[in-house]
Each structure stands twice: as structure tokens, then as C-alpha cells.
């Protein structure tokens, strides 16, 4: 899969998206990295600790989060990613629902588009990606929680979003489909699409994987987030091991080792 100018092994390795939240309130780093110079210091870090894509987002989306509008957000992000591409050789993913956001950061020089409402929230998203040709990664999201059979229903509602994107003109090989890991998902939900993360295979598309100390991993251990690092492993090497191309992380160098571990003890 091309990203940007970088080639990615889709089929047999899994890569680390680096999390740059340029937002004063996102739930584990909220305002450490929202100047352009702090943002660079992190990027310039993950780099060096093997990340591969750096994902910047301009809007929180804990749970309980407060919406911006499109100009904060462009004026939070287009900076940023200006400057990562003007200083680094790395594809630039920008995290965002709103078409506009999207274009501005598109044309700033972004490669990737990251939404979480999977095309859903913003119809004219589709439109941009596809006439820009750039990479997306589509998350499953919904606007409730009334599932009949549950992963069913979730590799449903990601047919359409596949469907939405393919009517759109975005080609095949610029899709990335995200399972949605603490999005309208009880924590028993979460777990199992965890567990269940082959399943998502048969859709055809490479799969990320975000768990990266969130709220499943803060319940399952009892822990705050600044303290989920070993739990966000666990669910690392279990992508590894179901087939995922790609996990969004905020701990680099820690994700990396357990991916190598992995992949050497499976032989990739």
C-alpha cells in the first residue's frame, strides 16, 4: 500500500501510527504538543522510535468531548503539518470528520485521511479524498448502540462505509478500515472486537487497530490512563497476530519491541 511516497507490506507487517493530539484537551495528552515547536520536538521522537506515519488531530474525541469548529481546527492542524513535511520524510495522516479540515490539511501536504465516522458525518468527505487521491483510514462509528447480532452488525455498517467510499471514486488500494475500538461499544463490545479482529479480514481492507490507553484498558486493569501502557501492548501483539497492518499509538518506542517481538516469534 502506497502512503504518501512510502510503500507499505500490507499482507505481512504491522506499522506504528504515532498519535500527535494538537488539542488542549484530548484525554491522555491534552496541550502538551499544541505548538508548532513542541509538536515537532514529539514527531522528531516518534520518528527516531520507529513510527512510521505521524497522525495529527485538532479535536478531542474523548467521551464527553467539546466540538470545534472547522476554522480552530484548520488553525490548530495546517501549521503542524506544514511543518512535519517541511522537516521530516515521513507520510502525515490528519485525524479529522470535517471535509474541510480534510482539504486544508490536503493541501498542506497531508497523505491521509483519518476518520472516525467513516465517511458518515460529512458528505462531501468522500468527494475530497477521492478527487485528491489521498489514503484514508474509515472507522466504524454509529449514532447508537442498538446492535442485533454485534460484530455482524459492525462489519455491516463498515459495508457501507466501503460502499460510500467506492460510490465516491476512492480506490481500493487507498483504503484502511478501523474496527473503532471505544466508539458506541460497550466494554464487553470492545473486548470482542479485539478478540475478534480476524473477522474484519473478509472485508478485503488492511486493518488499524487504536487502543492506545484508552478506556477498555483503563477498565479491565483499574488504571488511569497515563498508566495503560502494558495493558495497549497486550492488544498490540494481538494485532500482530490477527493480520493488522497498522496500530495508532501514543508509545512508540514500547509498541515497537513488542511488534518485533511478535512478528519474530510468528516468523515474519
Known amino acids: 500500500m502506497l502512503i504518501g511516497n512510502k510503500e507499505y507490506d500490507i499482507k505481512n507487517k504491522t506499522y506504528v501510527m504515532g498519535i500527535l493530539n494538537v488539542t488542549p484537551d484530548s484525554f491522555s495528552d491534552g496541550g502538551r504538543w499544541n505548538n508548532v515547536d513542541a509538536a515537532l520536538k514529539h514527531t522528531e521522537q516518534m520518528i527516531e522510535e520507529g513510527a512510521l506515519i505521524i497522525d495529527v488531530g485538532g479535536e478531542s474525541t474523548r467521551p464527553g468531548y467539546t466540538t470545534v469548529d472547522s476554522e480552530e481546527e484548520i488553525r490548530r492542524t495546517v501549521p503542524v503539518v506544514e511543518a512535519i513535511k517541511k522537516r521530516f520524510d515521513i507520510p502525515v495522516s490528519i485525524d479529522t470528520c470535517k471535509s474541510s479540515v480534510a482539504k486544508a490539511n490536503l493541501l498542506a501536504g497531508a497523505d491521509l485521511v483519518n476518520d472516525i465516522w467513516g465517511l458518515k458525518y460529512d458528505a462531501e468527505m468522500a468527494r475530497v479524498i477521492a478527487e485528491t487521491n489521498a489514503a484514508c483510514c474509515l472507522m466504524h462509528n454509529r449514532d447508537n448502540t442498538h446492535y442485533k447480532y454485534f460484530m455482524e452488525d459492525v462489519k455491516n455498517d463498515l459495508k457501507e462505509v466501503i460502499a460510500l467510499a467506492k460510490k465516491a471514486g476512492i480506490k481500493d488500494e487507498k483504503i484502511i478500515l478501523d474496527p473503532g475500538v471505544g466508539f458506541v461499544k460497550s466494554y464487553e463490545q470492545n473486548l470482542e472486537v479485539i478478540n475478534g479482529l480476524e473477522q474484519f479480514k473478509e472485508l478485503g481492507y488492511p486493518m488499524l487497530l487504536g487502543t492506545s490507553r484508552k478506556s477498555v484498558i483503563g477498565?479491565?486493569?483499574?488504571?488511569?490512563?497515563?498508566?495503560?501502557?502494558?495493558?495497549?501492548?497486550?492488544?498490540?501483539?494481538?494485532?500482530?497476530?490477527?493480520?493488522?497492518?497498522?496500530?495508532?499509538?501514543?508509545?512508540?518506542?514500547?509498541?515497537?519491541?513488542?511488534?518485533?517481538?511478535?512478528?519474530?516469534i510468528l516468523g515474519k
Open 219 to 264: 477498565m479491565a486493569l483499574n488504571l488511569p490512563s497515563d498508566e495503560r501502557v502494558e495493558g495497549t501492548l497486550v492488544t498490540t501483539v494481538m494485532a500482530v497476530m490477527k493480520g493488522c497492518a497498522f496500530v495508532r499509538v501514543h508509545d512508540i518506542k514500547e509498541n515497537i519491541r513488542a511488534i518485533k517481538m511478535a512478528e519474530a
